[in-house]
């Protein structure tokens, strides 16, 4: 007997332990799916300023990166030919170089003869030419920066939105289900513009600081310029 329950007792805790609860896991991919067809269309604009946001970058940040690339040795070349009186021999240089520094040098080098006041304005003037170059696209970035997480909260508004009216065309008795995509309309993109922003927000100042040392560089070589047309013969 004593054998028979505790037979009996073994399998009934064997029963109580067969139910496993499995736990359920969402991708992040099923989560942006799980917001509706609302929700899906800003995801798709979302990840096609992400593209934008992330080739406007590495596009910038290359061509910065090539920008700032100067021989340190450069100035003083150019320094010497012009003490020489070999101005044509600079021009060279400066047409090797090939780079925003190097062009502000080389209109300077085609001003000389003219009055400082002119070389420097010519300089200023080029200057400005090289820093638009540099920034080109950068303020597309910006935008980005500021409309994504804009786009994102409309989404949540859209979202709010269904999860209301399901609320009010079923008098207070909406499904479980119905109101869900409503929520996860606004959550996830909430969540997908925050993300969309807060990278291109990132990689707009990287770029921004970028391009301001290579100005720097600009600034330097041209108050450099300058002083050598300033220095007494």
Excluded at 169 to 183: D, K, P, R
């Amino acid at each position: 007997m004593l054998n028979f329950f505790q037979e009996d007792g073994l399998a009934e805790g064997a029963q109580a332990a067969d139910p496993i609860v499995e736990e359920k896991t969402l991708s992040l991919f099923d989560l942006f799916l799980s917001g509706g067809v609302g929700g899906q269309i800003i995801i798709a604009i979302l990840f096609v300023l992400l593209f934008v946001a992330v080739y406007i970058y590495f596009e910038r940040l290359f061509a910065i990166k090539a920008a700032s690339e100067t021989d340190s040795n450069f100035m003083h070349q150019i320094k010497d030919s012009v003490v020489n009186g070999n101005i044509e021999s600079a021009r060279i240089r400066c047409a090797q170089a090939n780079s925003p520094v190097a062009r502000l040098t080389a209109k300077g080098l085609d001003r000389i003869g003219s009055p400082l006041e002119d070389i420097n304005t010519a300089i200023e003037n080029a200057g400005r030419l090289e820093v638009y170059k540099l920034e080109k696209n950068v303020s597309i970035l910006a935008t980005i920066a500021g409309a994504a997480p804009m786009i994102g909260f409309l989404g949540t508004v859209i979202g709010m939105v269904i999860a209301f009216h399901e609320l009010a065309t079923s008098s207070g008795q909406a499904e479980m289900g119905a109101l869900a995509e409503g929520i996860y309309t606004a959550m996830t993109t909430t969540v997908a513009g925050l993300i969309v922003g807060i990278i291109a927000y990132i990689g707009y100042n990287h770029l921004v600081v970028k391009t301001d040392k290579v100005v720097h560089q600009m600034e330097a070589t041209a108050v450099d310029f300058l002083d050598l047309l300033n220095e007494p013969a």
